[in-house]
């Protein structure tokens, strides 16, 4: 990370989504800094959907990062970023990151309601997470051997989320140099599922296989598992508009703003082989 430009004694963050991929990530860094750090969760009584349950935790922090659950291009999460963040700058608490989602149009609605609330704002786009093959739903499959995804042969620029959460902690803790800015955040090549998933094999010594499926399809299967049909929907049309292709291309953001490379997804495929998190 690179040198911290604020004063980080006494100052106090918000983390939501403290128990997820990237709020703990995000939680872990910001202590590391010298922050110290609010976790916000349902397990702490926060709670996205429940107004009263903000309050208790904007009081007295300085700054928060703003996660919202599911997909942040959801219909919903305009308006409660909106109106979370609104709450926020009366609480005092005007520096505010949110995690937004690369190449995603249904995003954007999240990032203006953010931009309007009179906040010190950053938005961070990241690309798809390395963490979604070793955390969440895709896991069980894998340790099956065999990841069935309607990603097609596309390639994507696979992020590591402890880069996220470092560039995210940069963002709190430098004044006012990443205010106002959308930053644009990728891994260090472009893969394909079907590659990821070779390096997975190669890591751990196994042999895991990857199918293609088209994206209705897949939804069939998400529904027969008990996602309700609403989200199955938004999944089905997100992934046939952001698996198209429009995020192969890579961002040197990272590394401007972390002072160096960011993680290879083979560096990650082997910690988490080493960790056994693909064994049956």
């Known amino acids: 990370m690179t040198q911290n430009t604020q004063n980080t004694q006494n100052t106090t963050v918000l983390v939501t989504g403290a128990s997820g991929r990237t709020g703990s990530r995000v939680a872990e860094a910001a202590r590391a800094a010298g922050l110290t750090v609010r976790a916000a969760s349902r397990a702490t009584g926060f709670d996205w959907a429940d107004r009263a349950s903000w309050a208790g935790a904007l ?9 919202y659950p599911t997909d942040v291009g959801s219909p919903a ?3 409660a970023v909106g109106t979370l963040a609104r709450e926020a700058v009366e609480a005092g608490v005007r520096r505010l ?8 149009e249904r995003a954007r609605p999240a990032e203006e309601a953010l931009k309007e609330s009179g906040a010190d704002w950053t938005v961070v786009r990241a690309a798809w997470f390395a963490q979604n093959f070793s955390e969440g739903p895709l896991v069980e499959g894998l340790r099956h051997g065999e990841l069935v995804f309607p990603a097609g042969e596309v390639r994507e620029p696979f992020i590591d989320v402890r880069d996220i959460a470092d560039v995210v902690v940069t963002a ?52 027969a598992f008990g996602v309700p049909p609403e989200e199955v929907d938004f999944l089905v049309d997100l992934f046939e508009s952001l698996l198209d292709g429009r995020n192969a291309h890579l961002s ?13 997804f083979s560096e990650f495929a082997r910690e988490n082989a080493a960790a056994g998190v693909w064994k049956a």
């Open 59 to 67: 009081a007295g922090a300085d700054a928060a990062y703003l996660m």
């Open 172 to 223: 709190l803790t430098a004044g006012e140099r990443y205010v106002g800015r959308t930053l644009d955040l990728t891994g260090p090549r472009l893969l394909t599922f079907r590659e990821a998933v070779a390096e997975i094999s190669a890591a751990t010594g196994g042999t895991f296989t990857y199918t293609p499926v088209p994206a209705r399809q897949y939804g069939e299967n998400l529904k």
């Open 252 to 264: 040197e953001e990272v590394r401007q703003i972390l002072g160096r490379a960011p993680h290879d």
């Open 77 to 79: 999460a305009a308006g």
């Open 97 to 104: 990151v949110l995690l937004s989602s690369r190449g995603e």
